[in-house]
């Protein structure tokens, strides 16, 4: 079982930014891809960033050029550096962690989610 840990989000206005971690916890083989998610209200949850443990990243293309994803692999820790802000960006941001548990089978654990505010 892998258990996530989120926190950083907050009310900021348009232009400002915010830093979310998402610390993961648990006895697993691997941590594969780390990944965060954001649900704005009446939408569907999307894929705003990943993050696989080589390093390798993609983003939504609403958010490339003012999101950065990191992570640490020491740490099991996944960043999101959210730049430039905008109240479109408004809404609750989840970790996503997907690996391989000990018992060989594939994992995905989800954090509980921290809402981000921008007022324009």
């Known amino acids: 079982q892998v258990q996530l840990v989120e926190s950083g989000g907050g009310l900021v206005q348009a232009g400002g930014s915010l830093r979310l971690s998402c610390a993961a916890s648990?006895?697993?083989?691997?941590?594969?891809?780390m990944a965060w998610y954001r649900q704005a209200p009446g939408k569907q949850r999307e894929l705003v960033a990943k993050?696989?443990?080589?390093?390798?990243?993609n983003y939504a293309e609403s958010v490339k050029g003012r999101f950065t994803i990191s992570r640490d692999n020491a740490k099991n820790t996944v960043y999101l550096q959210m730049n430039s802000l905008k109240p479109e960006d408004t809404a609750v941001y989840y970790c996503?962690?997907?690996?391989?548990?000990?018992?060989?089978?594939?994992?995905?654990?989800w954090g509980q989610g921290t809402q981000v505010t921008v007022s324009s």
């Open positions: 996503n962690v997907h690996g391989r548990a000990l018992n060989l089978n594939e994992y995905d654990a």
């Open positions: 648990g006895r697993v083989i691997s941590m594969n891809y």
């Open positions: 993050i696989t443990s080589g390093g390798s990243t």
